[in-house]
Nanobody
Framework: QVRLAESGGGSVQAGDSLTLSCETSGYSLGTFFEAWFRQVPGKEREGVASLRSIGGTTYSDSVKGRFTIYKDKNKHTLYLKMDSLTPEDAGMYYC????????????????????WGPGTQVTVSS
Protein backbone atom coordinates (compact mmCIF):
# COMPACT_ATOMS: atom_id res chain seq x y z
CA GLN A 1 0.00 0.00 0.00
CA VAL A 2 1.44 3.35 -1.06
CA ARG A 3 1.61 5.91 1.70
CA LEU A 4 3.01 9.43 1.80
CA ALA A 5 3.37 11.72 4.81
CA GLU A 6 4.73 15.26 4.66
CA SER A 7 6.38 17.20 7.47
CA GLY A 8 8.56 20.25 7.94
CA GLY A 9 6.13 23.02 7.21
CA GLY A 10 6.01 26.14 9.33
CA SER A 11 6.10 29.90 9.43
CA VAL A 12 9.17 31.70 8.11
CA GLN A 13 10.22 35.17 7.00
CA ALA A 14 10.76 36.19 3.39
CA GLY A 15 14.28 35.26 2.34
CA ASP A 16 14.47 32.31 4.70
CA SER A 17 14.97 28.67 3.78
CA LEU A 18 12.87 25.65 4.68
CA THR A 19 13.13 21.97 3.86
CA LEU A 20 10.05 19.80 3.60
CA SER A 21 10.14 16.03 4.02
CA CYS A 22 7.87 13.32 2.71
CA GLU A 23 8.16 9.83 4.14
CA THR A 24 7.17 7.28 1.52
CA SER A 25 6.29 3.61 1.71
CA GLY A 26 4.74 0.89 -0.41
CA TYR A 27 6.86 1.33 -3.50
CA SER A 28 10.53 1.39 -4.35
CA LEU A 29 11.08 -0.60 -7.53
CA GLY A 30 10.62 0.29 -11.14
CA THR A 31 10.17 3.63 -12.75
CA PHE A 32 8.06 6.12 -10.88
CA PHE A 33 7.76 9.85 -10.39
CA GLU A 34 7.52 11.84 -7.21
CA ALA A 35 6.59 15.46 -6.97
CA TRP A 36 5.78 18.39 -4.75
CA PHE A 37 2.69 20.48 -5.28
CA ARG A 38 1.34 23.51 -3.49
CA GLN A 39 -2.09 25.00 -3.18
CA VAL A 40 -3.62 28.14 -1.78
CA PRO A 41 -7.34 28.58 -1.17
CA GLY A 42 -9.25 29.37 -4.33
CA LYS A 43 -6.49 28.29 -6.67
CA GLU A 44 -5.62 25.07 -8.44
CA ARG A 45 -2.94 22.82 -7.09
CA GLU A 46 0.37 23.87 -8.65
CA GLY A 47 3.23 21.52 -9.42
CA VAL A 48 6.56 22.92 -8.29
CA ALA A 49 9.05 20.07 -8.66
CA SER A 50 9.18 16.51 -9.91
CA LEU A 51 11.78 13.76 -9.55
CA ARG A 52 12.08 10.65 -11.68
CA SER A 53 13.13 7.50 -9.86
CA ILE A 54 16.04 6.87 -12.22
CA GLY A 55 17.12 10.49 -12.18
CA GLY A 56 15.97 13.71 -13.69
CA THR A 57 14.14 16.68 -12.25
CA THR A 58 11.55 19.14 -13.47
CA TYR A 59 10.82 22.51 -11.86
CA SER A 60 8.21 25.14 -12.42
CA ASP A 61 9.51 28.48 -13.64
CA SER A 62 8.39 30.12 -10.39
CA VAL A 63 10.76 28.04 -8.25
CA LYS A 64 13.58 27.17 -10.64
CA GLY A 65 16.92 28.07 -9.09
CA ARG A 66 15.44 28.40 -5.58
CA PHE A 67 13.93 24.98 -4.85
CA THR A 68 15.63 21.59 -4.99
CA ILE A 69 13.88 18.23 -5.00
CA TYR A 70 15.83 15.17 -3.97
CA LYS A 71 15.41 11.83 -2.29
CA ASP A 72 17.28 9.80 0.30
CA LYS A 73 16.58 6.34 -1.05
CA ASN A 74 17.88 4.63 2.08
CA LYS A 75 15.37 6.51 4.20
CA HIS A 76 12.61 6.39 1.55
CA THR A 77 12.17 10.08 2.12
CA LEU A 78 11.57 12.77 -0.49
CA TYR A 79 12.69 16.33 0.26
CA LEU A 80 12.02 19.80 -1.05
CA LYS A 81 14.65 22.34 -0.10
CA MET A 82 13.26 25.84 -0.50
CA ASP A 83 15.55 28.87 -0.52
CA SER A 84 14.87 32.57 -0.83
CA LEU A 85 11.24 32.12 0.10
CA THR A 86 8.73 34.81 -0.78
CA PRO A 87 5.13 35.31 0.38
CA GLU A 88 4.06 33.90 -2.99
CA ASP A 89 5.55 30.55 -1.95
CA ALA A 90 3.09 30.17 0.92
CA GLY A 91 0.50 27.44 0.78
CA MET A 92 -0.27 23.85 1.59
CA TYR A 93 2.46 21.65 0.21
CA TYR A 94 1.73 18.09 -0.88
CA CYS A 95 3.97 15.28 -2.01
CA UNK A 96 2.64 12.88 -4.60
CA UNK A 97 3.69 9.89 -6.61
CA UNK A 98 2.65 7.92 -9.62
CA UNK A 99 3.91 4.49 -10.59
CA UNK A 100 3.44 5.15 -14.29
CA UNK A 101 5.72 6.85 -16.77
CA UNK A 102 5.08 10.55 -17.33
CA UNK A 103 6.14 12.51 -20.36
CA UNK A 104 7.95 15.74 -19.64
CA UNK A 105 4.86 17.89 -20.12
CA UNK A 106 2.86 15.88 -17.57
CA UNK A 107 5.34 15.79 -14.69
CA UNK A 108 3.93 18.86 -12.93
CA UNK A 109 0.25 18.11 -13.58
CA UNK A 110 -1.69 17.13 -10.48
CA UNK A 111 -4.05 14.87 -12.43
CA UNK A 112 -1.08 12.71 -13.47
CA UNK A 113 -0.40 11.63 -9.87
CA UNK A 114 -2.33 8.91 -8.11
CA UNK A 115 -1.11 8.96 -4.52
CA TRP A 116 -1.00 11.95 -2.22
CA GLY A 117 0.01 12.87 1.28
CA PRO A 118 -2.22 14.98 3.55
CA GLY A 119 -0.05 18.09 3.16
CA THR A 120 2.02 20.44 5.30
CA GLN A 121 1.42 24.17 5.63
CA VAL A 122 4.02 26.78 4.75
CA THR A 123 3.54 30.42 5.72
CA VAL A 124 5.92 33.14 4.55
CA SER A 125 5.76 36.61 6.09
CA SER A 126 7.08 39.68 4.33
Amino acid sequence: QVRLAESGGGSVQAGDSLTLSCETSGYSLGTFFEAWFRQVPGKEREGVASLRSIGGTTYSDSVKGRFTIYKDKNKHTLYLKMDSLTPEDAGMYYCATTLTYLSEERRLLSRAYHYWGPGTQVTVSS
